[in-house]
């Protein structure tokens, strides 16, 4: 039998933070961070909020009109109210920002879920399997000025701010890539994590190239080094280097990366979970991956919303294979300049000593400032 408790509205708000210093990395400039973020209110008077990772008017163009099929459904049926709006979406963007919109829908609704039981959502898709998360900074994007300067300073920044591993932009050139990978891997020593990310800047032949140059630097992974398109060139890529390869940020639902981990294109998965599906999806995500063998790091570009998401969903993670000393699962968090994501939401999930807690609080674990969404909103797109 159906509960009383029902879903009451939907707000979408589209919020903008102008940047004092923009920055860009292989394929454009920022010079504004922009999200779309949702609220869902039930019949109970809770509130639960979701973002979705794209571009944001559409997003919200999206969300408004999956609305009518959320409205009065029970919000503890994430499960029923996902298949109901894949359905709905089915037939006219199998991927992409439609997808997105569900994505914030689904997050806010376990949020909502949360609070409404009094649970974190951790322990509803299953339980906590570890206390504490290991970040990795993602930052060392370019800027005009001394960039290799610039680059190891920031590097040098995250070290002695405790982080254990980061992750630079690469994709401007492959010899100028080599020299800023050199350059920050003396800056931080040979202890900490070093990734590198080209958002798929380069073919083959240039990715190897650069593969082959940047393996003396002990690199933990290679994100997105060729177009998310070319899956047999991925599984090419990983046969010529000892580099790990990372993608899948621009990968939808489970069909999407069921494509990925059959045609062996990456070692470590990187679904955004307020784009490949939401929760929801993510988990299927997680199993799939994990008949495959192959890792999950979900990429995380947004507010505290996105990382608290992430946070609770690799808090649930299966690490495969078990043994007795399993080491850490690593959260992305973005470094760069984003009012959005350091003023919207209270967090009780500090970095400290390198690694975060993660939160026993209902939901997501936090709480929205509605002030700060004011002063951002972004009345007329
Ligand atoms: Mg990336």
Redesign the pocket.
Known sequence: MKSQIKVTSIESFILSDKLEESFYFSQWEYAERRICIVKVTSSTGHVGWGEGYGPAGIVRAGIEHLTPYVIDQNPLETETIWSTLYRRTLDFARRGVLVSAISAIDVALWDLKGKILEQPVHLLLGGKKRDTIVPYATGMYFNNSNLCETLAKEAKHYADSGFKAMKMKVGLDIAQDIEHVKLVREAIGPKIKLMI?A?HAYNLREAIQLAKAVEPYDISWF??PISPEYYEQYAALRSKTTIPIAGG?CEYLSFGFQTLLQSKSVDIV?PDICAAGGLTEAKRIAVLASVYGVEIVP?TWGTGIAIAAATHFIANLDIMPGRLKTPNCYIELDRTENGLRDELTTSDMPVKNGEIRVSDAPGLGFELHEEVLQKYELKAV
Do not use: G, I, K, V
Request: glycine content about 0%.
């Open positions: 990310d958002n994100e997105e940020e990187q990429h």
